[in-house]
C-alpha cells in the first residue's frame, strides 16, 4: 500500500504536464523558465525517476538547464542547428576571440553573421538547407523554441546557457580534431628502414 502512495505523490509533481510536454518536445528548461525551472531543481530526482519508467532520461546539465537525451532522435532540425553553431564556434576562433564568452555575452545581429558569407561556409548552410538570410532566422527562431537562443528584435538575438549542449559538442570535436599524431614506435621507424 505504501508502494501506492508513493506513485501518486510522483503524479503530484508540481508543472508535472507542462514540464514533460515541454521537455518531451525538445525544450531546455532553464531558470529563464521560472516556475517549472524550480519545480526540476526542487524534485529533480522525483521527476527522473518518473520519466525513466516512461522510457526518457532527464539530465541536469552541469551548466544548469535540464533537457531530454536522445541519441537515436538526430533530426533534420537538429542537424541545421549544429551546422549553425559549428560555423559560428569556428569563425569566431579564427578571429582570435574568446568562443564561450562570445557566444554568452554577445548580442548577434542577423547581418553580421559568418553562415551565408565565404564559398565554404555557404557550401556547408546549402548542404544544411540554409541558404537566404530568412533562412538564418528561422534556424535561430527555432533555437529559441528549443530554448537555445532568444530573439531581441527583428535583427538581433543572443543565446541562451542551453547553447552548452552545442558548445559542449563543438568543443569536444575541436579537441579531437587537434589531438597530435602520436610519433611512430623505434620500430615502425626500423620497418621503414628496412624497406
Known amino acids: 500500500m505504501k508502494q501506492e502512495g508513493n506513485n501518486d505523490s510522483i503524479l503530484e509533481l508540481p508543472h508535472l504536464a507542462e514540464i514533460f510536454e515541454a521537455l518531451r518536445r525538445g525544450k531546455h ?3 529563464r523558465d521560472g516556475d517549472i525551472f524550480h519545480a526540476l531543481k526542487r524534485q529533480g530526482a522525483q521527476y527522473e525517476a518518473l520519466f525513466a519508467k516512461l522510457g526518457f532520461k532527464l539530465v541536469h546539465h552541469a551548466r544548469d538547464f535540464f ?3 536522445d541519441t537515436t532522435n538526430f533530426t533534420e532540425l537538429s542537424a541545421r542547428m549544429a551546422v549553425f553553431m559549428f560555423i559560428l564556434v569556428e569563425s569566431l576562433a579564427d578571429k582570435g576571440e574568446s568562443v ?3 557566444v ?3 548580442r548577434f545581429t542577423y547581418k553580421d553573421l559568418p553562415h551565408l558569407q565565404g564559398e565554404r561556409y555557404q557550401t556547408y548552410m546549402r548542404e544544411a538547407g540554409i541558404t537566404t538570410p ?3 532566422a528561422k534556424i535561430v527562431q527555432t ?3 528549443f530554448g537555445f537562443a532568444r530573439r531581441m528584435d527583428e535583427e538581433t538575438f543572443v543565446f541562451e546557457v542551453s547553447i552548452y549542449r552545442f558548445l559542449d559538442l563543438c568543443m569536444e570535436m575541436a579537441a ?3 589531438q597530435p599524431i602520436a610519433e611512430p614506435s623505434q620500430s615502425d621507424k626500423n620497418e621503414e ?3
Open 143 to 145: 533555437m529559441e523554441r
Open 176 to 178: 579531437k580534431a587537434v
Open 104 to 106: 554568452l555575452t554577445r
Open 29 to 31: 528548461i532553464s531558470a
Open 100 to 102: 564561450e564568452e562570445t
Open 193 to 195: 628502414a628496412n624497406q
Open 134 to 136: 530568412e533562412d538564418l
Open 67 to 69: 533537457y531530454f537525451f
